[in-house]
């Protein structure tokens, strides 16, 4: 690979992290405001409050970067980079086509689970590094959620590689057939509720729950690095919603013509995306013991029970 193909997919990588988030901002917005009925997101610019979104952004850029007097000055700056950062590099381990990845390597599955393991620890630095009670409360309740829901999205992810035989996300997509939506469905389930509680996002927004901790971890954050921690909120929606398009629904795979096989991929992402926000919008915040009790009792055991399924399909040669 030369140096300009190098340059040419990480510039890619970089537009695509800078773009896609920001259009699933900007969905949230207009499904959360059709489904409450709110109408202040649908008149900043005119037509569909098409400005709502550039309006937030010149709010946070406006507002003041404090820091506590007693925080740990150094941990509590880098805790935005550490939760955003790590979604850019699971992001350009996704394909989106065959051969349409800003990085190519043999075990990108294990690349994007680790990533999206690391963008957690940025909440805990918040909340440990802010000085504030109920920004460490915040961040402990991330730390525990991130244990509780980490084994079954990695089971649910193990069963789909051991199906298809590969810890390539290339080569799983390659591989998918429709038998997979049937066969693969449990460890899809698991997935995408592990998915949206490792986020933090409703209903297991425990760790923000604005109702207890003011605003969780992020209590003492203002401006560009509050907006950092939703941008890197909506970049865990992308990576979480492509990383379910390509294993469980085939990515490309589709009735466009080959050449666009990109464009279904993306549109697959979307509609998982929409899913997330409509589950947002839908059901109410759990309890910390509900939480606890979903991971352990129910999703953990039903991972366990796809591996042996898949297992047991693998040698009997379905």
């Given at each position: 690979?030369?140096?300009?193909?190098?340059?040419?997919?990480?510039?890619?990588?970089?537009?695509?992290?800078?773009?896609?988030?920001?259009?699933?901002?900007?969905?949230?917005?207009?499904?959360?405001?059709?489904?409450?009925?709110?109408?202040?997101?649908?008149?900043?610019?005119?037509?569909?409050?098409?400005?709502?979104?550039v309006a937030?952004?010149?709010?946070?850029?406006?507002?003041?970067?404090?820091?506590?007097?007693?925080?740990?000055?150094?941990v509590?700056?880098?805790?935005?980079?550490?939760?955003?950062?790590p979604?850019?590099?699971?992001?350009?381990?996704?394909p989106?086509?065959p051969?349409?990845?800003?990085?190519?390597?043999?075990?990108?599955v294990?690349?994007?689970?680790?990533?999206?393991?690391?963008?957690?620890?940025?909440?805990?630095?918040?909340?440990?590094?802010?000085?504030n009670?109920?920004?460490?409360?915040?961040?402990?309740?991330?730390?525990?959620q991130l244990?509780s829901?980490?084994?079954p999205?990695?089971?649910?992810?193990?069963?789909?590689?051991?199906?298809?035989?590969?810890?390539?996300?290339?080569?799983l997509?390659?591989?998918?057939?429709?038998?997979?939506?049937?066969?693969?469905?449990?460890?899809?389930?698991?997935?995408?509720?592990?998915g949206?509680?490792?986020?933090?996002r409703p209903?297991?927004?425990?760790?923000?729950?604005?109702?207890?901790?003011?605003?969780?971890?992020?209590?003492?954050?203002?401006?560009?690095?509050?907006?950092?921690?939703?941008?890197?909120?909506?970049?865990?929606?992308?990576?979480?919603?492509?990383?379910?398009?390509v294993?469980?629904?085939?990515?490309?795979?589709?009735?466009?013509?080959?050449?666009?096989?990109?464009?279904?991929t993306?549109?697959?992402?979307?509609?998982?995306?929409?899913?997330?926000?409509?589950?947002?919008?839908?059901?109410?915040?759990?309890r910390?013991?509900?939480?606890?009790?979903?991971?352990?009792?129910?999703?953990?055991?039903?991972?366990?029970?796809?591996v042996?399924?898949?297992?047991?399909?693998?040698?009997?040669?379905?």
């Amino acid at each position: 690979m030369t140096l300009l193909e190098v340059v040419a997919r990480a510039v890619a990588a970089l537009a695509a992290f800078l773009v896609l988030p920001l259009v699933v901002g900007q969905a949230e917005h207009k499904v959360m405001a059709h489904m409450q009925g709110r109408l202040g997101p649908m008149y900043a610019g005119g037509f569909h409050g098409w400005a709502q979104l550039v309006a937030d952004g010149v709010k946070f850029v406006q507002k003041e970067d404090l820091v506590p007097a007693a925080a740990d000055r150094w941990v509590f700056r880098l805790a935005p980079a550490v939760a955003l950062v790590p979604y850019l590099v699971a992001l350009a381990a996704l394909p989106v086509h065959p051969g349409v990845a800003a990085l190519e390597v043999p075990g990108s599955v294990l690349l994007v689970l680790a990533a999206t393991s690391v963008g957690a620890l940025g909440t805990l630095m918040a909340g440990w590094s802010s000085g504030n009670k109920y920004s460490l409360i915040g961040g402990l309740r991330a730390a525990a959620q991130l244990v509780s829901y980490e084994l079954p999205l990695v089971l649910a992810v193990a069963s789909v590689a051991l199906a298809g035989g590969s810890l390539s996300l290339a080569t799983l997509a390659e591989r998918w057939s429709p038998w997979w939506l049937l066969w693969q469905l449990p460890g899809a389930l698991v997935f995408l509720l592990a998915g949206v509680a490792e986020l933090q996002r409703p209903p297991f927004d425990m760790p923000v729950a604005d109702a207890e901790l003011v605003m969780g971890a992020w209590t003492e954050y203002t401006g560009l690095r509050f907006a950092f921690f939703l941008l890197a909120e909506y970049a865990g929606i992308v990576v979480v919603s492509l990383l379910f398009a390509v294993l469980w629904l085939g990515g490309w795979h589709g009735p466009l013509p080959d050449a666009l096989g990109w464009l279904w991929t993306l549109g697959k992402g979307l509609l998982v995306a929409l899913a997330v926000i409509w589950v947002r919008v839908s059901w109410p915040r759990l309890r910390e013991d509900q939480l606890q009790r979903l991971a352990w009792l129910w999703l953990l055991p039903l991972a366990l029970a796809q591996v042996v399924l898949t297992a047991a399909g693998v040698v009997a040669g379905w």
